[in-house]
């Protein structure tokens, strides 16, 4: 019998989906022996947050090859419409996985769709330039969140720019949305299990775009957009279909987190600048087009530090270093040469060679 080949775009997914089920199943054995204290069981669904992210964001930086900053503001859409939908049907729906899952589902359409109409007049731009549209388009949302009051009474949904005094609410009435305040008392249905589970769903999004025919056409552009365009690609075609799934898979990230908290608001630290240029790190850290650098990067640079927490003093100092040695370690010539010299698979084949 003939024995079957695996090419190696398919052992490598194959470990990268790998590599997140077996560190499932080993936290959920340290969970159920009690050898994960509760602070670190509060980092679990951030944890997933952030790889979803990172991967997503990887997407848009890494095979489409443009440099967005806005990615935390998809995240925001994705988070306030998903709790919005939450709070709303709170009542109306009693089954919470149900309930979840259709806020999932459409806080990443509404992200999708914010991505597409941003990236219609933005993806026109290339480089810094379009860094800093959507960096603006990020802060945009978040500003425009922390000004929106939203309520509902028997009358139906009533919105204001103002206060929430000017909302009119009925006695029956609630204020949903409270501007600067955000949304309390979401359901807090968000688990380590479901962000496992939307990890590998958006790993299968993104690996199977990434491989696909439209995945190659977006890695032209990508390499060279005069040749691509050359031999009839439709560039804004691809790369809205990559900006918009990027924004959709952020909006999904966003539903997550936003189900961890019973208080969610828009503040700088959640959606702000910050934020997108924390997710920026863990692609150019894992390496800019390297799905499986950017999960690693994530969860080592989201633990850390709280591993160094016990070193007050020279906790950031030493995440600092880590982080430079990391950088140096991925990009340095020197560096990468030395490691394919001493790459295990290299070792390996001399071991056979010898044998």
Known sequence: MKKMKINKKTKDNIITYGIVLVAYIVMELLINTGHIS??????????????????SLNLTVGILGELSLGHAGFMCVGAFTGAFFSKCTQNAIPADLLRFILAIIIGAIAAGIVGFLIG????????????IVTLAFG???KNIINVLYVGKDSDGFHFSLKDSLSLGLKEDGEVIINGAQGITGTPKDSTFTIGIILIVLTLIIVLNLIHSRDGRAIMSIRDNLIAAESIGINIT???????????????????????NLNSLMATPKNFGYNMSIMILVFVVLGGIGNIRGSIISAVILTLLPELLRGLSNYRMLI???????????????????LREKYSFKRLFKKTREVQ
Request: proline share 4%; charged share 10%; net charge positive.
């Open 38 to 55: 509760s602070l670190m069981q509060g980092l679990l669904v951030p944890l997933c947050v952030y790889v979803i992210l990172a991967v």
């Open 120 to 131: 219609m007049p933005v993806l026109r731009l290339r480089g810094d330039y379009l860094a």
């Open 139 to 141: 802060e945009i949302i």
């Open 237 to 259: 075609k691809y790369k809205l279909m990559a900006f918009s799934v990027s924004a959709a898979l952020a909006g999904m990230a966003g539903v997550l987190y936003a189900h």
């Open 319 to 337: 995440y600092s270093v880590i982080l430079i040695v990391m950088m140096l370690f991925n990009w340095s010539p020197k560096l990468i040469n």
